[in-house]
């Protein structure tokens, strides 16, 4: 791993990635499916009246293809996170995963002396996994 200055509010971000990754993969599967199925959210909304323009169909091509265009960058976006998350975890030793299912990924929030009780770790040991495994998304990622 290269030596390299992560600000602050960029450790903090990568971190509420890992919080919310189960979100964004729920979020993934939702943009897929509505431009996969641009229409199908249409014909089920009450609200869209029969033989009214649809609000797809408002605007030049121009608009509507930079509304599309908007939507796969999010998606690309969403993507690239999921993806180096993936990585990264995939990488992890057992005992760090297990750091990642307890801090990140359970139902219920714990405090740092509880966290390193569950992994059999001193509390400093349990901050350092952190800081390795925030440190290794942020490089996939590629941000500093």
């Not at 609200?47 to 690309?76: F, M």
Request: hydrophobic content about 35%; glycine content about 2%.
């Amino acid at each position: 791993m290269q030596d390299i200055s992560i600000t602050k509010p960029t450790f903090k971000k990568t971190e509420a990635e890992w919080f919310n990754y189960h979100r964004t993969i729920r979020e993934i599967k939702l943009l897929e499916d509505a431009i996969m199925h641009p229409y199908d959210e249409e014909q089920n909304d009450p609200a869209v009246v029969k033989g009214a323009t649809s609000v797809r169909d408002v605007g030049s091509p121009t608009e509507i293809t930079a509304l599309r265009l908007t939507r796969h960058k999010q998606l690309n976006y969403l993507r690239e996170i999921a993806s180096a998350i993936e990585t990264v975890y995939n990488e992890l030793p057992a005992d760090h995963k297990r750091l990642v299912h307890v801090r990140y990924w359970a139902r219920e929030s714990y405090k740092w002396d509880e966290i390193a009780k569950k992994c059999n770790v001193s509390r400093r040991q349990a901050f350092n996994w952190r800081d390795a495994i925030i440190h290794a998304t942020i490089e996939v990622l590629g941000w500093r």
